[in-house]
């Protein structure tokens, strides 16, 4: 059954369900229980007992618990951030500075927000879309501008600079392998992740130049302000800037260390749970500080904040459990062998790349994406000799673009409230720039094929 055809069942029923129900946990989970059924020659109990144990497992290494608190850790931080009013405070800030006086600056000023605020792409939304909505009114700028550049630039740039929770996850996948520098690996994906890289730069270019394409051209968008909560709490726009300068360096600071002056084979997971720890402890003494919150207030908030991110720790587990069972199964080393014999070269990167987008495009989420497909690709890599990172920067690119198209995309979905933009005309206006650097990354990855 190892290494098999059979082995493409796991995989398969997990994608079909995820297209079928779009719901990445289902998949996940079925596709766990499938693998362990499997390895245990169809028997139910021993089946059982081994899903049992591989979610066990998950927990039996420390990279991974890391990881798991580190996503834990953000949530809590960004709804400290955001009760505190460290974020209204920031948008004020910008607001005084008086530096927009004109309709590139004013749709500058959302696409660097965006480009600056990568350790969480909610939050950087969220952030860019208030400080701009009534720039672009002013300047009579549609808010389907606005919402499409701030899906184009907070989703992508969250995947090129790995540092935040879509890094730490990438990172607990590739662990797996036992590579001698998986940070190495890493780093290297951001190279070959062209889709990320185009969308990034059509969202400048649009910007700065003023130029439109398609259905974002005539883009007459109706302001719809988002419904006030109530909360106008005003906190020192350091309170939020401070820490996520802090969790940067801290970051590159210990993997700096623990890489022993090479940040590519520093720990990634211990720098960023460590980097996480330290920013939270900053941003609770901050709030302290200024009196933002009381003690009770920032203890029921911090607890919200974990359980916000409880169905993406539910993700992690079951992906981390799933990339396990899937190499036991030796799903990987069987499609790589029958890619290497069956699919020519220089195709094999645009083909994973299409089944990435597709599967991320149905199910509204990349994640759970890269937890079915990164145990495939990786082999891949190794079977074929084409780079690891290129092959793994495929499904990187080719999820953020599902995801990044997807009406039930998440991303999707906040681009627009964060804009005040119709959530369909969001969608409508930012597909063709999305196809455009969907083609435009198949025809590059192509041509590196070719070179190989």
Same mark, same amino acid.
């Given at each position: 059954?190892?290494?098999s055809?059979?082995?493409?069942?796991?995989?398969?029923v997990?994608?079909?369900?995820?297209?079928?129900?779009?719901?990445?946990?289902?998949?996940?989970?079925?596709?766990?229980?499938?693998?362990?059924?499997?390895?245990?020659?169809w028997?139910?109990?021993?089946?059982?007992?081994?899903?049992?144990?591989?979610?066990?497992?998950?927990f039996?290494?420390?990279?991974?618990?890391?990881?798991?608190?580190?996503?834990?850790?953000?949530?809590?931080?960004?709804?400290l951030?955001s009760?505190?009013?460290?974020?209204?405070?920031?948008?004020e800030?910008?607001?005084?500075?008086?530096?927009?006086?004109?309709?590139?600056?004013?749709?500058?000023?959302?696409t660097?927000?965006?480009?600056?605020?990568f350790?969480?792409?909610?939050?950087?939304?969220?952030?860019?879309?208030?400080?701009?909505?009534?720039?672009?009114?002013?300047?009579?700028?549609?808010?389907?501008?606005?919402?499409?550049?701030?899906d184009?630039?907070?989703?992508?740039?969250?995947i090129?600079?790995?540092?935040?929770?879509?890094?730490?996850?990438?990172?607990g996948?590739?662990?797996?392998?036992?590579?001698?520098d998986?940070?190495?690996?890493?780093?290297?994906?951001?190279?070959?992740?062209?889709?990320?890289?185009?969308?990034?730069?059509?969202?400048?270019?649009?910007?700065?130049?003023?130029k439109?394409?398609?259905?974002?051209a005539?883009?007459?968008?109706?302001?719809?302000?988002?419904?006030?909560?109530?909360?106008?709490?005003i906190?020192?726009?350091?309170?939020?800037?401070?820490p996520?300068? *802090?969790l940067?360096?801290?970051? @590159?600071? /210990?993997? #700096?260390?623990? &890489? $022993?002056?090479?940040?590519?084979? %520093?720990? +990634?997971s211990?720098?960023?749970?460590?980097?996480?720890?330290?920013?939270?402890?900053?941003?609770?003494?901050?709030?302290?500080?200024?009196r933002?919150l009381?003690?009770?207030?920032?203890?029921?908030?911090f607890?919200?904040?974990?359980?916000?991110? *409880?169905?993406?720790?539910?993700? @992690?587990v /079951?992906? #981390?459990?799933? &990339? $396990?069972?899937i190499?036991?199964? %030796?799903? +990987?080393?069987?499609v790589?062998?029958?890619?290497?014999?069956?699919?020519?070269?220089?195709?094999?990167?645009?083909?994973?790349?299409?089944?990435?987008?597709?599967?991320?495009?149905?199910?509204g989420?990349?994640?759970?994406?890269?937890?079915?497909?990164?145990?495939?690709a990786?082999?891949?890599?190794?079977?074929?000799?084409?780079?690891?990172?290129?092959?793994?920067?495929?499904?990187?690119?080719?999820?953020?673009?599902?995801?990044?198209s997807?009406?039930i995309?998440?991303t999707?979905?906040?681009?627009?409230?964060?804009?005040g933009?119709?959530?369909?005309?969001?969608?409508?206006?930012q597909?063709?720039?999305?196809?455009f650097?969907?083609?435009?990354?198949?025809?590059?990855?192509?041509?590196?094929?070719?070179?190989?």
């Amino acid at each position: 059954m190892q290494d098999s055809a059979l082995s493409l069942l796991p995989p398969f029923v997990a994608i079909l369900i995820a297209v079928w129900r779009r719901n990445a946990l289902m998949a996940l989970l079925v596709g766990v229980l499938l693998s362990h059924l499997m390895v245990a020659n169809w028997q139910p109990l021993s089946g059982a007992s081994g899903a049992i144990s591989g979610f066990a497992d998950v927990f039996s290494s420390t990279g991974n618990v890391y990881i798991i608190c580190f996503s834990l850790l953000i949530g809590a931080m960004v709804k400290l951030l955001s009760e505190a009013g460290a974020v209204n405070g920031f948008i004020e800030h910008l607001a005084k500075l008086k530096l927009v006086k004109t309709k590139r600056q004013a749709s500058m000023l959302p696409t660097l927000i965006g480009s600056s605020i990568f350790t969480d792409t909610n939050l950087s939304m969220f952030t860019a879309g208030m400080a701009s909505q009534q720039l672009f009114d002013r300047h009579k700028l549609s808010r389907a501008r606005l919402a499409y550049l701030l899906d184009s630039t907070c989703a992508p740039i969250s995947i090129l600079f790995l540092i935040n929770g879509w890094g730490a996850y990438v990172l607990g996948l590739l662990d797996g392998f036992s590579f001698d520098d998986p940070v190495s690996v890493l780093i290297g994906t951001i190279g070959y992740n062209f889709y990320a890289i185009i969308a990034v730069a059509l969202a400048y270019y649009t910007a700065y130049s003023g130029k439109a394409f398609g259905p974002l051209a005539s883009a007459t968008s109706l302001v719809n302000t988002p419904n006030e909560s109530g909360d106008t709490k005003i906190g020192p726009a350091r309170v939020m800037w401070v820490p996520l300068i *802090a969790l940067l360096a801290i970051t @590159l600071t /210990l993997l #700096f260390i623990t &890489g $022993d002056g090479d940040m590519r084979r %520093g720990s +990634g997971s211990f720098s960023v749970f460590w980097a996480i720890v330290s920013s939270c402890v900053l941003v609770i003494g901050m709030i302290s500080y200024y009196r933002l919150l009381s003690v009770q207030a920032m203890a029921k908030i911090f607890v919200n904040g974990l359980w916000y991110m *409880a169905p993406v720790v539910m993700i @992690l587990v /079951l992906s #981390f459990a799933f &990339g $396990d069972v899937i190499k036991a199964l %030796g799903t +990987g080393t069987y499609v790589s062998e029958l890619m290497q014999v069956e699919v020519p070269l220089f195709l094999i990167a645009p083909i994973i790349f299409l089944v990435a987008a597709v599967m991320a495009f149905a199910t509204g989420t990349s994640w759970g994406t890269f937890a079915i497909l990164i145990p495939i690709a990786v082999p891949i890599a190794m079977q074929t000799g084409l780079p690891v990172s290129f092959l793994v920067a495929a499904v990187l690119g080719g999820g953020i673009f599902g995801d990044h198209s997807s009406p039930i995309s998440d991303t999707t979905v906040v681009a627009s409230i964060a804009s005040g933009c119709d959530h369909y005309e969001h969608v409508k206006t930012q597909l063709p720039y999305a196809l455009f650097g969907a083609m435009l990354t198949i025809v590059i990855y192509i041509l590196i094929g070719l070179s190989f």
